[in-house]
């Protein structure tokens, strides 16, 4: 009877904590793009492309005497919001009109159009060009208004390329246990509701907001995210009434932050395709390198407890210190991980770790930095079995340099450092 007792009492500890469901009346909000005083709690994902300078189909006529010089499509709530840039006279020197269809009824009004000025762009030195910037433009669709902010950019020697960024959001309350919670949707998918299933979430502490939360920040409806020792999964949204799933957890769930890595691997891979024509051209890489059937198996665990693995197995350790919104951090995963030789290193010879900021529950992404003296990411490190460090990596390198650095990993105990780690553009 005892030993039934014990038993009994192990299943209630054991048992897992049990949901429950909170509703939050949101509240449909607009970032002002001029206020730089109060900082909005998400930032939504923008849209951005090459400007078509081929009219589609269902384009609207310009009114007077505006001569076409770029076409950009917008859809929502089922309609198409056409953008024209234009000049207002054939032979004008540069664009100095846009006309936006603001409430999609397929024309242009005369107050649709809108009088802009060219500002020059230099950025880093290195990139030049002209832009125009339309902060808080409202489109309506059904009583709705729905702001966003519009860029427009052409280097010197190219093409134009525009920008669309929503500005509006979700953002509610919620108690629970006697706390406060900021719950707060994102229309990502850009249609116009927050009930897509590609639409982002995040919930965080009700105290004023130190740090916008980006795309790669935030979680899709489903996936459940851990804070404040609770797991918070986004169920369902019906207008601006949103549903969450709550319950007590000791840490975050490995299939939530596996799913969040996949997602943010897919944003990203699919800004890389677009891209990777020009990208292999400009950097000379070499596209007839095989590439890995067998992926790069990377464990997503604590420094300690990779060096442990590292002592165990008496195999070098490899850690790669990196961030869902480091553009540079996945060009390595594009590039150069995907590469077949460089796979067969890291799965063969090495412990691969990678640690990311959003995911970092010890502590190690700004301690493993300082060891390496990283200003910026990607961050890469050699540390032996004896969990000496024995090379510095920094910066984004391509196949057959980044070869270079792993071999040389594996023959030295050295500390050696193949380039100085600057801050990342990404």
């Known amino acids: 009877m005892q030993r039934l007792c014990l038993f009994v009492l192990v299943l209630l500890f054991a048992a897992p904590a049990v949901a429950e469901e909170a509703r939050v009346e949101a509240e449909w909000k607009t970032i002002d793009p001029a206020d730089r005083q109060n900082r909005p709690p998400v930032r939504p994902s923008s849209r951005t492309g090459d400007i ?13 005497a505006l001569t076409a010089q770029g076409f950009v499509s917008l859809d929502l709530r089922q309609k198409t919001t056409h953008i024209i840039l234009a000049k207002s ?105 927050f009930e897509g299933p590609k639409d982002l979430w995040l919930v965080r502490g009700a105290e004023p907001v130190k740090r916008t939360a980006s795309a790669f920040a935030m979680s899709s409806p489903g996936e459940g995210r851990f804070f404040d020792g609770k797991r918070f999964v986004l169920k369902t949204v019906q207008g601006t009434n949103v549903t969450l799933e709550v319950a007590d957890a000791e840490g975050p769930d490995p299939e939530d932050e596996a799913r969040a890595r996949v997602r943010a691997e897919h944003i990203w891979a699919e800004r890389f395709d677009k891209e990777r024509e020009e990208f292999v051209k ?69 412990i691969a770790v ?48 980044f070869l270079t650095d792993l071999r040389a990993g594996l023959e030295t105990e050295e500390t050696e450092e193949s380039e100085e780690i600057e801050e990342s553009d990404g």
């Open 52 to 64: 078509a300078v081929e009219p589609p189909a269902n384009a609207p006529k310009l009114p007077g």
């Open 89 to 193: 006279a054939a032979d004008a020197a540069e664009i100095d009109r846009v006309a936006i269809d603001r409430n999609g009824d397929g024309t242009f009004a005369d107050d649709e159009v809108e009088t802009v000025a060219l500002a020059e762009v230099i950025r880093r030195d290195t990139l030049r060009g002209h832009s125009v910037t339309l902060k808080g433009v409202d489109l309506s669709r059904d009583g709705t208004t729905y702001r966003i902010y519009l860029t427009f950019y052409r280097p010197l020697d190219g093409a134009w390329s525009f920008g669309i960024h929503p500005l509006w959001y979700l953002e509610g309350t919620l108690a629970v246990g006697g706390k406060q919670y900021l719950v707060n949707v994102v229309d990502h998918d850009r249609d116009g509701t």
């Open 282 to 350: 400009k950097r000379g890489l070499d596209t007839s390198r095989p590439r890995a059937a067998d992926p790069v198996r990377w464990r997503y665990i604590t420094f300690a407890t990779a060096k442990e693995l590292a002592a165990k197995q008496q195999k070098p350790l490899f850690v790669d210190i990196m961030a869902f919104w480091c553009v540079w951090c996945y060009r390595m995963d594009y590039y150069t991980y995907i590469d077949a030789e460089v796979a067969r290193l890291l799965n063969e010879k090495y």
């Open 354 to 401: 990678k640690i990311l900021q959003e995911q970092d529950r010890a502590g190690d992404y700004e301690a493993v930095r300082e060891e390496l003296g990283a200003r910026g990411i990607p961050a890469m490190g050699i540390w032996g079995p004896d969990g000496a460090l024995r090379r510095k990596i920094g910066g984004w390198k391509k196949p057959e340099d």
